[in-house]
């Protein structure tokens, strides 16, 4: 689950992502030209479009897909107009989501987002009604077989990290937003590649989960944003009982 675990998230995205290309190299275009359009097409000068560009290039998207996408947002190529859009909403049990998107229509987006938290027993909230239990931050998960935690936290904190928390799955490197793309570029420059990368919500609080008919239908609807088009990520608090793992 993705409240739950993090890198069990992380390991269940690897395992579909061939069987999924068409719907990924899509999210990396919507970013890619939101990027561009920002602060231009050259990677070199902007941190953000050049973080994504890494994580399209380990995706195997094609150049001309990249190419496509950033002459959209430089408006070297006509495109549509992409926004990007955060939606909060409940879960079954109570669990807090939230769900970020990218979409040309936010009228279509709020209703399909809407839709699909209906129809899994969960709900849509206003703003700032679920945010408050999570902290936006930069994260990067870093497997232990990468990087030795002395090296990683001297290249973090000289970087900006806040902090580098080590579990038993592998390093948690956190940092302010406004960090991000210049600890992305610290650990590219030392080696160090992430298993994850990316400016999360992550829980402050959490939300036990040890009913079986809640925990399946807080996973339906996760599968069910996650295959909606113009959700880019979705994020969440849940805590799931140990024993109700790949129920």
Same mark, same amino acid.
């Given at each position: 689950m ?7 998230k992380?390991?269940?995205a ?23 359009? $920002? @602060?231009? %097409?050259?990677? +070199? ?8 560009? =890494?994580? !399209? ?10 190419d ?12 549509v ?9 409940y ?7 939230i ?8 009228n279509?987006a ?14 849509? $909230? @206003?703003? %700032?009604?679920? +945010? ?8 990067? =998960?870093? !497997?232990k ?41 610290a ?15 992550i ?8 009913d079986a ?6 996973e ?6 996650d295959? =909606? ?19």
């Open positions: 993705a409240g739950h675990n993090k890198w069990a992380v390991k269940r690897k395992a579909v992502t061939d069987a999924r290309k068409g719907k990924i190299f899509s999210r990396f275009s919507r970013e890619i030209t939101i990027a561009a359009k $920002a @602060g231009g %097409g050259d990677p +070199a000068m902007n941190p953000r479009l050049r973080t994504i560009l =890494l994580k !399209a290039k380990e995706a195997n998207m094609p150049a001309e897909n990249v496509r996408a950033i002459k959209k947002g430089t408006g070297e190529l006509p495109g107009s992409y926004e990007d859009v955060t939606y909060e909403g879960g079954p049990g109570g669990v807090g989501m769900v970020k998107v990218t979409t040309d229509n936010k279509r709020a209703s399909e987002v809407r839709s699909v938290f209906t129809r899994f027993g969960g709900n849509m $909230a @206003g703003a %700032g009604a679920v +945010a408050f239990q999570f902290v936006h931050a930069g994260q990067f =998960l870093i !497997a077989d990468k990087v030795g935690e002395d090296k990683l936290m001297e290249v973090a904190l000289e970087a900006g990290a806040d902090d580098v928390l080590t579990t038993d799955e592998g390093y948690d490197v956190r940092c302010n937003v406004h960090v991000f793309d210049k600890l992305a570029a650990l590219d420059k030392a080696g160090i590649k992430p298993d994850s990368s990316e400016i999360a919500y829980p402050s609080t959490t939300v036990p989960i040890s008919h809640a925990a399946q239908s807080l339906k609807l996760h599968e069910a944003l295959e =909606l088009d113009d959700v880019q990520n979705v994020f969440s608090n849940e805590e799931l009982d140990p024993s109700l793992e790949g129920a």
